[in-house]
């Protein structure tokens, strides 16, 4: 069986581009960007550990924590269903599917047929709308191909893979509420609480902070790395291109904070989507440097990133106080 008429054409990011395909099928169309900036979804993380290969710059907030915060702020009716029961996990999907509702999955990318880059990454997000005697049929982002269709056999795999960042077989559907939701305070809202929890980390990994930490360490990664040539260049293109949106996410919260200052009119958040616009390009700026270094095994060029990041973290802690400072009603 397949429910027809479920996409999100151009998404970029994996869990905005679930979220986006339930609403949609649900008669509430959003962008891509206000599902972001509704869901708090902006942060930094620099993470290592040594489970890790190599360290890990992450831009957004931990997973699934976006699509429960947009939930709240659009008066969703969010169910979520975990299990470590192969058999019981994929009946909690055929359940919703067989009433006509998508269903979004959390799951490990490595195992699926349509990635052609085989990397472990437990915080994955896709929407399953329909399945036949053994392919599953998904919503991913557009890099990876839009409407997609992997077996069911590595469908169950990468929903029950352990590891860094995994759910056990986490599976939701989202109901939206009867008419549009009122946005103009919800923005508001949403951009108060991302930036008092980016301000205040309660690590130096974290928010700001952990932005002064990876300026502090990233100079020595040829020292961290098991194999520079290929370490560096991939931690740059997950930076940009990994479902990213660019930029780290700055540029989905650029464009959230240029959507939510048309909706609402509010200079502060004019003021705000004027910061970011120039952030965004210095994170580009960063991970070109940090995949030349790679490349050419330049010292010089990490040296260049660190610069460029030590920057970031007065620049992203300057626009959030600005941010910090929305006016909700």
Same mark, same amino acid.
């Given at each position: 069986?397949?429910?027809?008429?479920?996409?999100?054409?151009? $998404?970029?990011?994996?869990?905005?581009?679930?979220?986006?395909?339930?609403?949609?099928?649900?008669?509430?169309?959003?962008?891509?960007?206000?599902?972001?900036?509704?869901?708090?979804?902006?942060?930094?993380?620099?993470?290592?550990?040594?489970?890790?290969?190599? &360290?890990?710059?992450? $831009?957004?907030?931990?997973?699934?924590?976006?699509?429960?915060?947009?939930?709240? /702020?659009?008066?969703?009716?969010?169910?979520?269903?975990?299990?470590?029961?192969?058999?019981?996990?994929?009946?909690?999907?055929?359940?919703?599917?067989?009433?006509?509702?998508?269903? $979004?999955?959390?799951?490990?990318?490595?195992?699926?047929?349509?990635?052609?880059?085989?990397?472990?990454?437990?915080?994955?997000?896709?929407?399953?709308?329909?399945?036949?005697?053994?392919?599953?049929?998904?919503?991913?982002?557009?890099?990876?191909?839009?409407?997609?269709?992997?077996?069911?056999?590595?469908?169950?795999?990468?929903?029950?893979?352990?590891?860094?960042?995994?759910?056990?077989?986490?599976?939701?559907?989202?109901?939206? =509420?009867?008419?549009? =939701?009122?946005?103009?305070?919800?923005?508001?809202?949403?951009?108060?609480?991302?930036?008092?929890?980016?301000?205040?980390?309660?690590?130096?990994?974290?928010?700001?902070?952990?932005?002064?930490?990876?300026?502090?360490?990233?100079?020595?990664?040829?020292?961290?790395?098991?194999? &520079?040539?290929?370490?560096? &260049?991939?931690?740059?293109?997950?930076?940009?291109?990994?479902?990213?949106?660019?930029?780290?996410?700055?540029?989905?919260?650029?464009?959230?904070?240029?959507?939510?200052?048309?909706?609402?009119?509010?200079?502060?958040?004019?003021?705000?989507?004027?910061?970011?616009?120039?952030?965004?390009?210095?994170?580009?700026?960063?991970?070109?440097?940090?995949?030349?270094?790679?490349?050419?095994?330049?010292?010089?060029?990490?040296?260049?990133?660190?610069?460029?990041? $030590?920057?970031?973290?007065?620049?992203?802690?300057?626009?959030?106080?600005?941010?910090? /400072?929305?006016?909700?009603?």
């Amino acid at each position: 069986m397949i429910i027809d008429d479920v996409s999100f054409p151009r $998404g970029q990011h994996c869990e905005t581009t679930t979220l986006g395909a339930l609403l949609r099928h649900e008669g509430l169309d959003l962008s891509e960007p206000l599902l972001f900036g509704l869901g708090e979804g902006l942060g930094f993380v620099y993470w290592d550990a040594k489970s890790l290969d190599f &360290p890990f710059l992450g $831009g957004r907030v931990k997973p699934f924590a976006l699509t429960r915060t947009a939930a709240t /702020r659009l008066g969703l009716d969010l169910r979520a269903e975990e299990t470590t029961s192969p058999r019981k996990a994929w009946q909690n999907v055929v359940t919703h599917l067989s009433a006509g509702r998508p269903v $979004g999955l959390q799951l490990d990318s490595f195992h699926l047929d349509h990635f052609t880059t085989k990397v472990h990454f437990g915080g994955h997000f896709v929407a399953i709308h329909g399945y036949d005697d053994d392919t599953a049929h998904l919503v991913d982002t557009a890099q990876q191909g839009g409407n997609v269709t992997t077996t069911l056999a590595s469908l169950a795999k990468a929903r029950a893979e352990r590891g860094p960042m995994t759910a056990r077989n986490l599976s939701y559907t989202a109901t939206a =509420p009867t008419g549009r =939701p009122e946005l103009g305070r919800a923005v508001r809202e949403a951009v108060r609480a991302n930036a008092h929890a980016f301000l205040t980390p309660p690590i130096a990994n974290l928010g700001h902070r952990g932005i002064t930490t990876a300026a502090k360490r990233v100079a020595r990664w040829f020292d961290r790395a098991g194999d &520079p040539s290929r370490d560096l &260049p991939l931690a740059a293109m997950l930076m940009e291109r990994g479902g990213t949106g660019g930029s780290l996410f700055r540029a989905l919260y650029r464009d959230f904070l240029a959507e939510a200052a048309e909706l609402t009119g509010d200079d502060t958040l004019r003021h705000g989507h004027g910061l970011y616009a120039a952030i965004a390009p210095l994170w580009t700026e960063v991970a070109d440097h940090i995949a030349a270094a790679g490349e050419t095994g330049d010292q010089g060029r990490l040296d260049r990133a660190a610069a460029v990041l $030590g920057e970031l973290a007065e620049r992203e802690r300057t626009a959030m106080e600005v941010l910090a /400072r929305v006016d909700t009603g």
